[in-house]
């Protein structure tokens, strides 16, 4: 289990500390800004639901943007060329420069097709670049503008027309086929790309922004796995419809923030899923967990620049409570071991509120988490002098 040293004053593990404004120019494309025929454009943009959890979370958030592929990125062309619906533009290109404005970060993206050989490798047509070389001349030109400029990889869904078809919705055998390509040899790809130019920069922050494997994730596990993928995608590029892009909001809100999106945010359902709105809690639980879990090897966070976990000046040491409990992840009952009798026991959410107290003067209990909605939770074990404290993450399937 893991152990964390806990303020007294407050969960610094649950709050973390955030920015409270975020200025970003994003080199990107139609899988971070698609300009659909169907929905409202905006709402099939992630920066418009960035923008939205900032507002509702007390934060602001500015962005510019451009259109192109890496290679034409390359170019070094760079200029503010998008407008989005309620999303407050960063930069006047008649009369700032790109440093004039401020920019915390820039966010950039290889295209979805170029998977099928290593990042390393010069682009097919006799291009004397690669991705990897490609992204190393916009990140050079943006270091000379902000020398301490971050740098975020949106690692984004592979085309879905090679895996179906038909069209959609793929078939079940498709869309399995689908993930394992999305979840392997796609990620394996984009882990590649980032390690490299992590390499090539070290005095830099270069974070990467697991959004696609995380989606994946989401709408491969239950309820979410009800949605109709046609409610998902619009076409097989793959783009999507507005809960493709919230999803994408959310999990990119939380890595440029640093901080999950406020609890209880309420959207319309006429654009968003039912399953996706009533279990919002619970999905940004799960996203928050997923996001703190993408380290490389040694513990290092590949997604947060600077570790969202704080303490108070009144820090804890923590000892072994010696306190274990299974299953985790967990779907009814929960037993929990040790010398029950030394410690208060709670099991409470990601805003601190308790939804069991397990008191017990024995060495074993069984408890019944059933009724608790799908997420991360924490047991939180204190002993009965109350000097001592411990957190321990449980997840409830």
């Given amino acids: 289990m893991k152990r964390l040293l806990i303020a007294i004053a407050m969960l610094c593990y ?18 971070i800004n698609h300009v659909s025929s169907i929905n409202p454009p905006h709402l099939t943009t992630t920066p418009y ?26 170019d070094l062309n760079v200029q503010p060329n998008w407008g989005i619906t309620d999303v407050e533009g960063a930069w006047d290109g008649d009369t700032q420069s790109f440093s004039d404005v401020g920019f915390e970060g820039i966010i950039i993206m290889p295209s979805n097709f170029e ?26 030109w943006c270091i000379q503008q902000k020398s301490d400029i971050k740098l975020y990889i949106y690692e984004h869904w592979p085309e879905m027309s090679s895996y179906a078809p038909g069209g959609i919705p793929p078939s ?11 979840q392997g040899g796609y990620h394996d790809w984009f882990i590649a790309y980032h390690d490299s130019l992590t390499a090539s920069y070290p005095n830099s922050c270069i974070s990467m922004i697991p959004v696609g494997p995380i989606i994946s994730d989401i709408l491969l596990s239950t309820p979410y796995d009800q949605i109709p993928l046609e ?8 783009h999507g419809h507005p809960n493709l892009y919230f999803l994408a909001g959310m999990i990119t809100y939380m890595a440029l923030y640093e901080e999950q999106t406020p609890a209880n945010f309420t959207s319309d359902q006429t654009f968003i899923h039912p399953i996706i709105a009533n279990n919002y809690n619970a ?3 799960l996203i928050w967990q997923e996001l703190r879990d993408f380290d490389y090897a040694d513990g290092t966070s590949r997604v947060f620049c600077d570790e969202p976990v ?25 037993v929990i071991e040790g010398e029950l009798s030394r410690f208060h026991l709670q ?12 008191d017990n003067t024995g060495t074993e209990s069984t408890f019944d988490i059933s009724s608790l909605p799908s997420g991360v939770y924490f047991i939180r074990i204190q002993d009965r002098t109350y000097a001592q404290l411990w957190i321990e993450n449980l997840v409830k399937m």
């Fill in 283 to 285: 999905l940004r639980d």
């Fill in 310 to 334: 704080t303490t108070s000046t009144a820090d804890l040491t923590v000892d072994a409570s010696g306190i274990t409990f299974h299953p985790n992840p967990c779907d009814q009952l929960l």
């Fill in 49 to 74: 639901w960035l923008s939205q959890f900032a507002e509702a979370a007390g934060n602001t958030y500015q962005m510019s943007g451009q259109w192109g592929q890496l290679h034409q990125h390359r």
């Fill in 347 to 358: 099991i409470i959410d990601s805003l601190g509120q308790v939804h069991h107290t397990l």
């Fill in 14 to 31: 649950v709050i973390g500390h955030g920015q409270e404004e975020v200025k970003t120019h994003i080199f990107g494309h139609s899988l």
């Fill in 115 to 140: 998977q099928y050989q290593a990042p390393h490798l010069n682009y097919e047509g006799g291009f004397q670049y690669s991705p990897i070389s490609a992204t190393e001349t916009v990140f050079d």
């Fill in 172 to 182: 079940t055998t498709e869309w399995n086929n689908y993930n394992n390509y999305l």
């Fill in 231 to 238: 409610d998902i995608y619009e076409d097989p590029d793959p």
